[in-house]
């Protein structure tokens, strides 16, 4: 059972915008950054932001990351078919001296 | 072109060993921490273990301490995972993944292992 909880799916129609949330503690993302990452059906996870707002190069601009206090989130703006993926918060968790995702957000475009 | 590459998989009874091997290409693999991360069956995703560059640093999600060991040779730009007293609950795809944190992360594909009698 992991510290950060994300709702279990997301739904939304071309075009539209959809946010995922990612609510952890202060030891976790409380005091570090946060990364997002997109797993693809049947695909490795790939990175699509990282600490808190950034995003790798390649990276279209219609997903953005944000921070505040112990909660983090991901906007998918213009969404498009294949956003339909898996996507998962994470950071380092202080007090349990470990690596920690977040439960994972399944995002459907209906 | 990164390229991170697992293998080492495969099934496996309960309280037995696997080394899972992870060979890196395309960048400068001393310059990184790495990372093994697991996913169950149609379950999220799981931080296993870690390394630091010169390998003087590691650290362990607790249901593997003391089971699991990580390892990296940078001569070969290779890292390793010594599984040991393998239990039911291990049974997933395990990711060799660079830099969790921060711009550089880079995943492989993965290697299956399956504890079952």
């Known amino acids: 059972q992991s510290v950060l909880t994300q709702p279990p799916s997301v739904s939304g129609t071309p075009g539209q915008r959809v946010t995922i949330s990612c609510s952890g503690g202060?030891?976790?993302?409380?005091?570090?950054?946060v990364n997002w990452f997109q797993q693809l059906p049947g695909t490795a996870p790939k990175l699509l932001v990282y600490?808190?707002?950034q995003r790798p190069s390649g990276v279209p601009d219609r997903f953005s990351g944000s921070k505040s206090g112990t909660s983090a989130s991901l906007a998918i703006s213009g969404l498009q078919s294949e956003d339909e993926a898996d996507y998962y918060c994470a950071t380092w968790d202080g007090g349990l001296n470990a690596y920690v995702f977040g439960t994972g957000t399944e995002v459907t475009v209906l | 072109e990164v390229q991170l590459v697992e293998s080492g998989g495969g099934l496996v009874q309960p309280g037995g060993s696997l080394r899972l091997s992870c060979v890196a290409s395309g960048y400068t693999f001393s310059s990184y921490w790495m990372n093994w991360v697991r996913q169950a069956p149609g379950k999220g995703l799981e931080w296993v273990a870690s390394i630091k560059q010169d390998g003087s640093e590691k650290k362990y999600v607790d249901p593997v301490k003391g089971r699991f060991t990580i390892s990296r040779d940078n001569a070969k730009n290779s890292m390793y995972l010594q599984m040991n007293s393998l239990r039911a609950e291990d049974t997933a795809l395990y990711y060799c993944?660079?830099?969790?944190?921060?711009?550089?992360?880079?995943w492989g594909h993965g290697t299956l292992v399956i504890v079952s009698s």
């Open positions: 600490t808190n707002n």
């Open positions: 202060s030891s976790n993302i409380g005091s570090n950054p």
């Open positions: 993944a660079r830099a969790l944190s921060g711009g550089a992360s880079y």
